[in-house]
């Protein structure tokens, strides 16, 4: 295809404000898909991201558009994953086209989310197109969110579009409106290819399917291709643009769009970010800003029945073939058993990668309390990285270092003071505020991940009934006052409980802990003395007295089957026992203890 006739543009959009929905009307419009093969949200292929609502991973489609003017250009949507845990890839989506729709909600207005989005398409330098979704809502408010966006982005209010993607409104003039304003891709056809990979997906039958976008020269079927950041090289068995469905053709030329099979079986061999060339004709430089994936949340996942860790290995092995940033490797567990270390991008990514391992893998997993990597430096200069709380170092601590995040968050204004006691509790400090709007404020904070990781989200929506939107992304690290809070019981400490904690926050860690597990280790023989620690110096103590056990002494009169189930449960509860030192526990205990909810 000549590049003057392609039109590259992804959508930027907060979480269900019609990214899905605005896709499926461009290929109906397009002709791209049938009508009677048309089903909601026909982009999002993976079971989970049509039960949660969200896309995970990118995805390109071809549109073939015949435009006011008569000429028929290619449109390549290229869809971008909505979170904040997946930004790296926003990133090379977004370097991958010359424009992008910003797509908001017409009732709702625009959030962190997309702001975040915004401003990194801005630095790409792409062609804005604002366009407020869902008019055909009771609740829309049209002409207030032009104005905020007109605001954010600098353009006129009567330049924002206004469709409804449910019904089809105003979708065709948006259509002409990305043939007009983004601009064709440039690139040089005579130097050697140079092919951003900005998705990377495994697939069982055909391996590795990238994703690319060539931005010089060309790439041809049967060619050999060299990924330029470990300058391993691959065969191209098939080249082909998905339009909806995977169709192959002879190659791609600057500017176009599509995929590459190469028969590599991992995901981590094509990484996202990487700059593709010809093997025969290599291009002198990569593609600007390729990163490798780096997890930012650890936490440890074991199976609840032991016999099932063969099966979590194997489950790993096989997501890890689709997720270059999933990270994981054994560990051992006195409270837990065995399980695996595994590193995340953030708390989306874990919930997910828990839900899939227990779903498409039938595993019942406990995970442990997530953490963040802290980096030790001790008082001889040698460094320890820590992924694992109960592998903090002893001895003589010079720094413990922690990763801090630059938070974007949007609120209206009766919020700002909510909003800033709790980024004060977790330790922000605040680094600007701007008003979109008379109603509407936008924070800047750097805050500890640490302090995010955990339960700030929820916090965020319970003290602002759900208004504020929160976006962050790593900001390097800072020296803390970090200490290790360890759980003891009867003298022994308990692993998957200890935890890197700001020393302001060690006593009320270990109030709460002991406390929780007072209530759920039932009375033993003897006295269990449940304490916390912070090294050997104790913080708190709880004490679960001593009883003799005896389970049919709740059974009165003669109910012999009451007591044979009793019985019964009682011995079923054994298996499921583990030994703290000499202190019996029931897994359920440490895993309602460890539960967050
Ligand atoms: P995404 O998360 O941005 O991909 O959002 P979806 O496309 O999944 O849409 C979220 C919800 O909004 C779905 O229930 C859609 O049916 C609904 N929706 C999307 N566009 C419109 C619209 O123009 N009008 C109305 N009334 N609902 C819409
Ligand atoms: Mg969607």
Redesign the pocket.
Known sequence: TDPALIRNFCII????????????RMLQLTGVVEDRQMR??YL?RMDIERER???IKSQAVRLPYTALDDVTYVLNLIDTP?HVDFSYEVSRSLAACEGAIL?V?AAQGIEAQTLANLYMALEHDLAIIPVL?????PAAQPEKYAAELAGIIGCEPSDVLK?????G?GVEELLNEIVRQVPPPQGDADSPARALIFDSVYDTYRGVVTYVRVVDGRLDTRERIQMMSTRATHEMLEVGVISPEPTKVEGLGVGEVGYIITGVKDVRQSKVGDTITSAGRTASDMLPGYQDPKPMVFSGLYPIEGTDYPVLRDALEKLQLNDAALVFEPETSAALGFGFRCGFLGLLHLEITRARLEREFDLDLISTAPNVVYRVVMEDNTEHRVTNPSEFPEGKIAEVHEPVVKGTLLAPADYVGQIMELCQARRGSLQGMDYLSEDRVEMRYTLPLAEIVFDFFDQLKSRTKGYASLDYEPSGEQAADLVKVDILLQGETVDAFSAIVHRDKAYSYGVEMTKKLRELIPRQQFEVPVQAAIGSRVIARENIRAIRKDVLSKCYGGDISRKRKLLEKQKEGKKRMKMVGRVEVPQEAFISALSTD
Request: proline share 0%.
């Open positions: 959009a907060h979480i269900d404000h019609g990214k899905s929905t605005l896709a499926d909601a949200q999002d609502g969200i896309t909505g797509l909600d979704n869902k008019i055909d809502l469709v409804s993607a449910k019904t409104h």
